[in-house]
């Protein structure tokens, strides 16, 4: 009782497309994997010290409404 056969994996798998439909596990497959290589990127690209591209985004977006406080925030040194 400790572990399953192939027999019991089948029926899973099939009551798993059954339930969910083929296409939808494709979409899933497809979102997983990109997740491990966003993930993968990520790790690699770790050790590479961070760029200030959010201070460049957010100065670069110029906002026309008059209820907007433009400030700047200065980093403590």
Do not use: R
């Amino acid at each position: 009782m400790g572990s399953f056969s192939i027999w019991h994996w089948l029926i899973v798998l099939v009551i798993v497309v059954l339930v969910f439909g083929t296409k939808k596990l494709k979409n899933i497959g497809a979102d997983l994997g990109g997740a491990v290589k966003g993930f993968k990127d990520g790790v690699k690209d770790g050790g590479a010290p961070p760029a200030d591209t959010a201070a460049q985004q957010v100065t670069s977006q110029k906002t026309s409404d008059a209820n907007t406080v433009d400030v700047e925030a200065k980093t403590k040194s």
